[in-house]
């Protein structure tokens, strides 16, 4: 017998079912989303795009781009995550947090060149870094070792009091990774 005070716990496919079946007329895209995000964990990558391309072009909007370009990322889909982004480039959807899903992935198939013209992009179109975007970036400097790539981008990063935490300067202590 579950008691009432203990929590419930719903599968993705339990809260996409209850979405799809509810009665609710209108959807943002927003809404649109996270229906996408959930049927890609509840059915996979292949019915999620089916949703997607279902989905009328006027509920398109930058999250929707965003939760499939997240979708392709998790199922390591590379040639896909490219091309959605170059999508939302060509949109002007680009924001920081899909440069910094970006900058993460080519982080850690430790495609530094990608990674630096991605940033190069972010600084031309006047799209400032984050704590995040500059922690992925001291990472991956710490994963070939570039000691003097780290240290000027701490530098950099202590500029801004925003940008600095203390986990960057743990990052600077460890010693150079085995690639």
């Known amino acids: 017998m579950i008691s009432v005070l203990e929590p419930m716990m719903y599968r993705d496919d339990d809260i996409y079912?209850?979405?799809n079946n509810s009665e609710r007329l209108y959807l943002s895209p927003r809404d649109v989303a996270v229906r996408l995000d959930l049927i890609s964990k509840a059915h996979g990558l292949k019915a999620a795009e089916k949703y997607f391309a279902s989905t009328p072009d006027i509920l398109r909007a930058s999250c929707v781009y965003g939760a499939l370009l997240n979708?392709?990322?998790d199922a390591k889909s590379?040639?896909?995550v490219e091309g959605i982004m170059q999508k939302m480039r060509d949109l002007q959807d680009a924001n920081l947090v899909t440069y910094t899903l970006m900058?993460?992935?080519y982080a850690k198939m430790g495609n530094l060149e990608k990674l630096h013209?991605?940033?190069q992009e972010m600084e031309y179109?006047?799209?400032a870094g984050d704590?995040?975007?500059y922690n992925i970036r001291l990472n991956a400097y710490a994963s070939v070792p570039d000691v003097i790539g780290m240290e000027k981008l701490l530098m950099k990063m202590e500029e801004n009091h925003l940008l600095i935490e203390w986990d960057a300067y743990a990052v600077m202590q460890s010693p150079p990774r085995a690639t």
Do not use: D, P, Q, T
């Open 78 to 80: 590379w040639s896909k």
């Open 131 to 133: 704590s995040i975007s």
């Open 117 to 119: 013209l991605l940033v």
């Open 71 to 73: 979708c392709y990322a």
């Open 17 to 19: 079912e209850w979405i």
């Open 125 to 127: 179109k006047g799209i």
């Open 103 to 105: 900058m993460n992935l």
